[in-house]
């Protein structure tokens, strides 16, 4: 499968701070990221659809304030916790559509992101 | 009512064992099912996908959608202890569209 990689893989930051957390894919350009969220024990949640050169789709929910998406090339995505809270801790994960995919419905995920604030 | 319900478990078995895995979903447009495995503190990867209703078997993985149900299963044969992990169920509506997730079952498979 294609490669998707994200930076940093942990980071502890003080409440209040800002964190940008970068997703990459290696393999092919991609002009479809997605952002979800993951907290212990729960499913995926889907909080954004990047897309290269717009702006990106925010799920109900989701104040697009506080994460900042930005779809800077097609081959990276950054989202930005801006005055990040305890309660925004969780396991940030990205993934990757590729494009003409047809018949074939797959997304290519990253290894995640663990964000602790303290 | 959750687009997708899935068992969290846990779920233990005997090395050997077969492991069945199951989803229920509400929405009767998803047409595309996928089965991924996670493992701890790791992103998601693509074990299996089906598009409509039928059966698609991969090795010791079987993957089974009862559209009419709104029903899912991923059948696992012969575990084994590098099969515990976390597995996700996912739809969609169509390609490029966003996928609903379980909230994933636990499974540990015991030597």
């Known amino acids: 499968g294609a490669v998707v990689s994200q930076h940093p893989s942990w980071v502890i930051c003080k409440s209040g701070t800002s964190v940008k957390i970068e997703c990459r894919s290696l393999d092919f350009q991609a002009t479809t990221m997605f952002w979800y969220r993951q907290f212990p024990k729960q499913s995926l949640m889907l909080m954004a659809t990047s897309n290269e050169g717009s702006k990106a789709t925010y799920e109900q929910g989701v104040e697009k304030d506080k994460f900042l998406i930005n779809h800077a090339s097609l081959t990276l995505s950054t989202l930005t916790v801006t005055s990040a809270h305890p309660e925004d801790s969780s396991f940030y994960i990205c993934s990757v559509a590729p494009p003409g995919q047809g018949a074939i419905n797959e997304q290519f995920f990253g290894p995640g992101t663990r964000l602790t604030v303290l | 009512q959750k687009e997708v319900e899935q068992d969290p478990g846990p779920l233990s078995v005997p090395e050997g064992a077969i492991v069945s895995l199951n989803c229920t979903y509400s929405?009767?447009?998803?047409?595309?099912f996928m089965w991924y495995r996670q493992y701890s503190r790791k992103g998601p990867e693509l074990l299996m996908y089906t598009y409509s209703s039928g059966n698609k078997e991969d090795g010791r993985f079987t993957a089974q959608v009862d559209k009419s149900s709104k029903y899912i299963s991923l059948f696992i044969r012969d575990s084994q202890p590098s099969d515990s992990a976390t597995y996700l169920c996912a739809m969609s509506v169509n390609t490029g569209n966003q996928f609903y997730f379980g909230t994933g079952t636990s499974l540990t498979v015991i030597p």
């Open positions: 929405n009767s447009a998803f047409q595309y």
